[in-house]
């Protein structure tokens, strides 16, 4: 990366910064690599800054990276985007604006490379922590949306769009109070309003926007509406919600159920699915629904597991019932059929 220092008065719009600005507390302001723009740059006027430095160009490395194989190169990949989320979402707060450049790179390039790891499922599961959940869920519904945008069909910029869609899906959450954001008690009724409209916020932020089209617009405005009308902002039902806010809510519903939260510990994804599919009848787009329901299991095939009575098992074929029974292989060499012996269950991945 070749660097130069420009005097604060000939930065102009489209710079990249090459290192962060940060505020006299020493938090960073500005994250490295943020495209400047004119309101970034009309609110930096009034630090009186002397010097910026900006990226004169990039080299371009010759391969283009492979989808992270281990769990230990995923979290790599995963905490370096997690930092530039974790950036962006305090910009969005500082200044109300999307630095949509960063947002729309990691899509192209982290993101996507974390959707083709092989074992994604698994490097999820291993690595969800109940800090900084506006990040990791914002990271986790952008794969898991992309993943299964593909398992639905889609394609190309049409599959690009709803992983930006997904990623930026929660991003109304910086213009809600962090006291009602962060509060470790239930919310009261009208807190609750305000949180609910962190999709009528985070769709205002992006409205007008010319590179933002409408299934982008909507996959944030809708991602809490239901099947059956009963959800937010609008009450809109069936067809009416766009097929990337369908979408973004089952990943939605699955990453928040399976990460450990104030108000509940994190399940197995088999308890999970089992509870997605009880979901099905009503809430979910129930194609969407299946889809994940039917291809998220052979993720899990081969994975070690606890179950009830203590042993430890491998997971060895889901037996066509969908997912939350499969058969498992005991260390003590035995096959039990979890669908057909509930008096077993697995209670956690090993
Ligand atoms: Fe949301």
């Known amino acids: 990366m070749v660097t130069k220092k420009y005097p604060f008065a000939d930065v102009e719009p489209g710079m990249k910064l090459a290192s962060p600005i940060l505020k006299e507390n020493g938090q960073v302001l500005l994250a490295e690599d943020t495209v400047l723009t004119e309101t970034f740059i009309a609110k930096l006027k009034l630090m009186n800054l002397k010097f910026v430095n900006i990226v004169e160009r990039t080299v371009d490395s010759e391969e283009a990276p492979a989808a992270p194989a281990t769990a230990d190169a995923f979290d790599a990949v ?12 305090s910009t969005m ?22 959707i083709d790891a092989a074992g994604v499922f698994g490097y999820l599961q291993t690595i969800r922590k109940q800090d900084d ?19 639905i069909g889609l394609s190309g910029e049409r599959l690009r769009d ?15 109070p962090l006291e009602i954001l962060n509060k470790p008690a239930k919310l009261t009724q009208e807190e609750m309003k305000i949180m609910e409209g962190h999709t009528i916020e985070g769709h205002k932020m992006l409205l007008g926007e010319p590179s933002i089209n409408k299934g982008i617009l909507c996959g944030i405005l809708q991602h ?47 308890a999970v699915i089992e509870e997605i599919k009880q979901e099905t009848f009503g809430k979910l787009d129930p194609v969407i629904c299946m889809t994940f329901l039917r291809n998220i299991i052979n993720y899990f095939i081969g994975k070690k597991v606890i179950l009830s009575n203590g042993a430890e098992a491998e997971v060895v074929y889901h037996g066509g019932h969908l997912a939350a029974y499969p058969i498992v292989f005991t260390q003590d060499g035995k096959f039990i059929d979890l669908e057909g012996n509930k008096s077993v269950a697995i209670v956690a991945m090993a």
């Open 224 to 270: 809490h509406e239901k099947i059956d009308g009963t959800g937010y902002p609008l009450g809109i039902s069936g067809d009416q919600i766009h097929i990337f806010a369908r979408i973004i809510a089952v990943a939605d519903i699955y990453d928040a159920m399976t990460s450990d939260r104030i108000y509940h510990k994190k399940q197995t994804p088999f």
């Open 93 to 114: 707060r500082y200044f109300k604006e999307v630095p949509l450049m960063q947002m729309k790179e990691l899509v192209d390039t982290s993101i996507n490379l974390m």
């Open 133 to 151: 959940y506006t990040f990791r869920h914002s990271i986790n519904v952008a794969i898991i949306s992309g993943i299964l945008g593909k398992w």
């Open 162 to 176: 709803l992983i930006l869609a997904a990623l930026l899906h929660d991003i109304g959450k910086t213009q809600i």
């Open 78 to 89: 995963y905490d370096d985007t997690l930092q530039v989320i974790e950036n962006c979402f």
